[in-house]
């Protein structure tokens, strides 16, 4: 004999576990019913717009499912929280971001980001399951949210590298944020990581010495190895100290073998090789400048 919950497990079923008030309303479980079996044990609240049909620890996906009740009808999943959704692995903020459109009512939960956005488009919203930014809206404004420079260059990395969104989409979308104090930063990263900036890396690279005070070094020196001729990024030869000036590609599999062939016949050679990620360049500067100059020193300079 069909149970009358058993349209609610249903419903539930298909979002963790989980169901919001108003979908209990609509199938005709009423307020006292809830509160009957929320007593007896059976069910759980969680917050104030939602019901778990387990009574143990919340799940992440509950948790993720709840969250987005918790903020309303048209809420969904934004920046980090939409991307671990999307499959982004080791990467979780504190807080579950919950972006809902301007003018709609911003309820105050614990572990909950709720925020009105000027930017809410339902374009940006996947079209089915548990409402999330698509990977490359959540991929930019986890950028633009993130609590340092350093997250922001780490997240957007982590998005491409694990395949969440693509370089390209990524870079269309960032053309719709006008205005923004992390835009040129997020522009850099972006650009990065599309590996057509080798020569811009260069140039920055170079820039940063003069600001420094340290001797620019020739670029894009050529050598001769067993396997053909390769190119050193930048390099001091009166003191024997090479910089690798590695993007995004530089971690790729295809790549890694012949950079360690390149690095270790330079090594070999009796030159220091310093290896600096792009992002390093970016988010760590004074770090990386730190062991160029004690590099140099090494050898004789100042």
Not at 227 to 235: A, E, I, N, T
Request: hydrophobic share 45%.
């Amino acid at each position: 004999m069909p149970s009358p919950h058993d349209p609610v497990r249903e419903v539930a079923q298909a979002q963790g576990g989980v169901i919001s008030r108003i979908q209990l309303y609509a199938v005709g479980v009423t307020r006292a019913e809830v509160r009957a079996n929320v007593r007896a044990g059976r069910w759980r609240r969680v917050g104030s717009q939602s019901v778990s049909m387990t009574t143990g620890s919340l799940t992440r996906t509950q948790q993720l499912w709840a969250a987005v009740f918790e903020a309303g009808p048209r809420a969904f999943l934004d920046g980090a929280a939409a991307l671990e959704v999307a499959g982004l692995q080791r990467y979780q903020t504190d807080r579950i971001r919950v972006s809902v459109p301007r003018g709609a009512r911003v309820r105050r939960a614990r572990g909950l980001d709720i925020r009105q956005t000027r930017r809410w488009h339902a374009d940006d919203v996947v079209g089915s399951g548990l409402p999330r930014a698509r990977p490359e809206v959540a991929a930019v404004r986890a950028a633009l949210w993130a609590q340092s420079d350093r997250q922001a260059a780490l997240v957007l990395t982590m998005a491409v590298q694990q395949e969440i969104a693509s370089v390209e989409a990524i870079a269309l979308e960032l053309l719709r944020i006008l205005r923004d104090k992390r835009r040129i930063l997020v522009q850099q990263v972006v650009l990065d990581l599309m590996g057509g900036v080798r020569s811009l890396g260069e140039l920055d690279f170079a820039r940063e010495c003069r600001r420094r005070g340290i001797p620019e070094p020739t670029r894009q020196v050529v050598r001769r190895g067993r396997h053909g001729r390769y190119y050193l990024d930048v390099y001091w030869d009166e003191w024997g100290v090479v910089v690798e000036i590695d993007g995004i590609h530089h971690s790729w599999a295809e790549q890694i073998v012949g950079d360690a062939l390149r690095h270790n016949h330079v090594t070999l050679g009796h030159d220091i090789v310093l290896r600096l990620p792009l992002l390093g360049l970016r988010v760590a500067a004074d770090e990386f400048f730190e062991q160029i100059c004690e590099a140099l020193r090494s050898r004789g300079w100042a």
